[in-house]
């Protein structure tokens, strides 16, 4: 599976818009983009996935660039619950293996 | 009505024994897996098991054994703890293989002594 990229941490105001970013620039034809969190002391919690175009749920929306090599996690209005560490997982059509890496710790001020 | 769910939350053991962590979900997959997330929290995956066939399994030690009486349940079993095991375990489930979406459970503390 493709590695993905992503900062090692970000703020965001609550109430504003979070933009998380996620480089896959050696994602194949058919692999997926996954966003999963982990909120302290508790379970990875799925949020999104997408492959191609763009996608939005009750949760998040999912950019994904046109060449599939970067997307970008966008939680509208985020809020003091949303701090979380949130992981991007590249993942192939045939593989249950969900390869997490170091994630993005976002943390949501008042 | 929780999905995934495990027992213990917490284990704390002595070096050498044995121990089992269960795991049970009510979603009706057909994949369940084990994850171990250690101290520096990197997740990885260790098995899964899919109608009661081991499809995945990582280079583990063999200490390790997964265990599953039906696809509603995937047991954990480490013998001979050593002081390296100490980690959260996650189990998950998956309605089926591929890219479907797994569901986590609260996941397990152990430690070792």
């Known amino acids: 599976d493709a590695k993905t990229t992503q900062p090692p941490s970000m703020d965001c105001a609550e109430g504003r818009a979070a933009n998380l970013p996620c480089n896959h620039s050696?994602?194949?034809?058919?692999?997926?983009v996954y966003w999963y969190r982990q909120i302290h002391s508790q379970g990875p919690q799925y949020i999104i996935h997408?492959?191609?175009n763009n996608e939005t749920n009750e949760m998040a929306s999912l950019i994904i660039t046109e060449d599939r090599k970067s997307s970008t996690l966008i939680l509208p209005h985020a809020t003091l619950r949303d701090t979380a560490v949130y992981y991007c997982?590249?993942?192939?059509?045939?593989?249950?293996?969900?390869?997490f890496g170091a994630g993005t710790r976002l943390t949501v001020k008042p | 009505d929780t999905a995934v769910s495990q027992t213990p939350k917490y284990l704390v053991t002595q070096m050498g024994n044995d121990k089992s962590i269960k795991c049970e979900q009510n979603l009706g997959h057909d994949t369940m897996y084990w994850y171990k997330q250690d101290s520096k929290k990197f997740l990885k995956i260790m098995f899964s098991?899919?109608?009661?066939?081991?499809?995945i399994n990582e280079t583990v030690p063999n200490r390790f054994s997964p265990k599953s009486p039906d696809k509603a349940h995937l047991n954990l079993h480490i013998n001979s703890l050593e002081l390296g095991d100490s980690a959260v375990y996650f189990c998950?489930?998956?309605?089926?293989?591929?890219?479907?979406?797994?569901?986590f459970g609260p996941g397990t503390r152990l430690t070792v002594l």
């Open positions: 098991y899919n109608n009661k066939e081991l499809i």
């Open positions: 050696t994602i194949s034809g058919n692999e997926y």
């Open positions: 997982i590249v993942r192939g059509y045939n593989n249950n293996d969900m390869r």
């Open positions: 997408g492959l191609k």
């Open positions: 998950a489930s998956s309605p089926g293989t591929a890219t479907d979406t797994q569901y």
